[in-house]
T-cell receptor, first 117, second 116 residues
Framework: DADVTQTPRNRITKTGKRIMLECSQT?????MYWYRQDPGLGLRLIYY???????NKGEISDGYSVSRQAQAKFSLSLESAIPNQTALYFC????????????????FGPGTRLLVL | AQSVTQLGSHVSVSEGALVLLRCNYS??????LFWYVQYPNQGLQLLLK??????LVKGINGFEAEFKKSETSFHLTKPSAHMSDAAEYFC??????????????FGQGTILTVHP
């Protein structure tokens, strides 16, 4: 079984709809991240969480919100979807060693392809 | 602040030829550098990482990268390309200090095509 899973894998929605993307991990990692990938732009960080009580905005958080329901679960919501949120979304995790802030290897889920009409 | 520039959005090589994917970084503190690979319809997988130990880093599948501080570069190489190397490659930089707090900043990606 995959260590980092994302649901759904594909989603089509309409402008103005609320949508939630879910991420679960069995790696026992403390840190979780949400990225979006757009062609030619690489990956951009939306939100990240270093533990259950810690949520931080990334570089492109406008129009998104997150919830860290447990160590293993981190959900991304689009409150009112718009077409320019059409993208490939990735969840990632990293170990997190106590108070360290050293950049660690991140482990990625398979992605969710979202189309907003 | 930290940033990454990958030179060349597309690189095409023949099978058996040298693979060279270029990455330059900017960081106000000593960097941590990563190369990831993304195969079609998959997430990213770590190829290798530099964390201030040896400047020449060996990764999986025969890839390696050399950290050159004077050139602020971390280019990825493989002596002989294989058809299975066709994928998109991402360079990423992180730093333990400054305002980045352990986060990674990714480059724009380079699509590698391997011709028979």
């Amino acid at each position: 079984d995959a260590d980092v899973t994302q649901t759904p894998r594909n989603r089509i929605t309409k402008t103005g709809k609320r949508i939630m993307l879910e991420c679960s991990q069995t790696k026992g990692h403390d840190r979780m991240y949400w990225y979006r990938q757009d062609p030619g732009l690489g990956l951009r960080l939306i939100y990240y969480s270093f533990d259950v009580k810690d949520i931080n905005k990334g570089e492109i958080s406008d129009g998104y919100s997150v919830s860290r329901q447990a160590q293993a679960k981190f959900s991304l919501s689009l409150e009112s979807a718009i077409p320019n949120q059409t993208a490939l979304y990735f969840c990632a995790t990293s170990l997190g060693l106590g108070g360290r802030v050293v950049p660690e290897t991140q482990y990625f889920g398979p992605g969710t392809r979202l189309l907003v009409l | 602040a930290q940033s990454v520039t990958q030179l060349g959005s597309h690189v095409s090589v023949s099978e058996g030829a040298l693979v060279l994917l270029r990455c330059n970084y900017s960081s106000s503190v000593p960097p941590y550098l990563f190369w990831y690979v993304q195969y079609p319809n998959q997430g990213l997988q770590l190829l290798l990482k530099y964390t201030s130990a040896a400047t020449l880093v060996k990764g999986i599948n025969g890839f390696e990268a050399e950290f050159k501080k004077s050139e602020t570069s971390f280019h990825l190489t493989k002596p002989s390309a294989h058809m299975s190397d066709a994928a998109e490659y991402f360079c990423a930089v992180g730093s333990a200090g400054g305002t980045s707090y352990g986060k990674l900043t990714f480059g724009q990606g380079t699509i590698l095509t391997v011709h028979p």
